[in-house]
């Protein structure tokens, strides 16, 4: 049975209005799901009703076995003390306390306050130093960061997180989603609910709500692929440019615009994000090697085989290089003598094909 069971779920308002119709959904244990849709498709009403935060006109729901219909408002209370997790947009902090007595607030609720406990987790968000700051002494970043070590602090099994940074600037937005890209590494299973694409491109799956129905499960489809494909060789130029690893990442264009896309990669191992620097993996320097070799082998085939113009051969070369499979492009590298630059002088990387030549 999947970790969460959502069958035929509906939320209606009066006899018309409905915040959900007929929505079912299975997540696994251990899965990243983004919940994605415009304002008002019923997102937030999802995420409250599996928080048991809100209860629906019809539908089961079904968490960890426990099937949510059967618990009284007592157990249901406990159920979302013990197995849950929250973080929202409005961070909800008691303004009179320190960060970390609404962290031990939350302690409270689910078995004894014990500050060590507290302090450590928010340690683990980097607010170490932050302790004893009352909120209003706390930057946006920061308070949405007491509260991932508040969502934290009962170990949950579930995290669910409504535009976890909506209120947040760029770096902000980073740093918690790289808390998110942790904790899913852990194995905590995450609903999210975002309406920005590059945030849900965070996550494993994305469920799009229309009008409070399900409209489409999707997985990262081929035109994010060519994105990290482009954003990898982004890497490599800016590397060979530099003429040295471990770039500056807010000087990096591409990066500012596909912050969520970053992380991902970072999580997935094609490139490192370290103290606010950027560098290739080995296996995204391998990937970025393959791909710029390709790229400019197809300009120089372009170039001696068609004599078009340099300014031509950047766009020529885009449009055929998808279709080359490694072995094609090996067949060009030797058909071309194995070159090593490109038409306007950029160095070419070698590839088998040159070894085997030698």
């Known amino acids: 049975m999947p970790f969460i069971n959502v069958q035929g779920l509906t939320k209606q308002y009066g006899s018309s209005i409905y915040a959900l119709h007929d929505v079912s959904l299975a997540v696994e244990r251990g899965e990243w799901v983004a919940v994605m849709g415009p304002s008002g498709s019923g997102k937030s009403t999802l995420l409250n009703i599996l928080g048991c935060l809100d209860s629906p006109t019809q539908g089961e729901i079904i968490i960890d076995g426990q099937k949510l219909s059967h618990l009284s408002k007592v157990d249901l209370a406990r159920f979302r003390a013990e197995k849950l997790g929250f973080i929202f947009q409005q961070f909800h902090l008691v303004p009179y306390l320190t960060a970390i007595e609404n962290v031990m607030l939350a302690q409270y609720f689910h078995s004894l306050a014990e500050e060590k406990e507290a302090a450590e987790a928010l340690r683990r968000v980097g607010l170490g130093n932050r302790l004893h700051h009352l909120p209003s002494q706390l930057s946006g970043g920061e308070q949405q960061r007491v509260c991932v070590a508040r969502a934290l602090i009962n170990q949950p099994n579930l995290i669910l997180a409504d535009e976890p940074t909506g209120n947040l600037d760029e770096v902000n937005e980073a740093l918690v989603m790289g808390l998110l890209a942790d904790l899913h590494r852990e194995g905590h299973t995450i609903l999210m609910v975002t309406h920005d694409p590059e945030i849900g491109r965070m996550a494993e799956r994305r469920v799009n709500l229309h009008h409070g129905r399900l409209t489409e499960v999707s997985a990262a489809p ?52 370290e103290g606010g620097l950027i560098s290739l993996t080995p296996s995204g320097q391998r990937r970025a090697d393959q791909l710029i070799r390709r790229h400019r082998l197809a300009e120089r085939f372009f170039y001696e085989t068609f004599g078009l113009d340099e300014d031509r051969l950047h766009e020529n070369a885009l449009r055929v290089e998808p279709l080359w499979t490694a072995p094609v492009t090996d067949k060009i590298c030797t058909f071309l003598n194995h070159p090593r630059t ?17």
Do not use: Y
Request: some cysteine; hydrophobic content about 40%.
């Open 222 to 273: 081929i035109q994010e692929d060519l994105l990290v494909d482009n954003l990898l060789q982004a890497v490599w130029r800016a590397e060979e440019a530099a003429g040295e690893r471990f770039l500056p990442a807010d000087r990096l264009r591409e990066f500012m615009t596909n912050r969520a896309t970053f992380l991902l990669m970072a999580k997935e191992g094609s490139i490192s994000l």
């Open 342 to 358: 490109c038409p306007h002088g950029d160095p070419i990387p070698i590839g088998d094909c040159c070894l085997k030549s030698q």
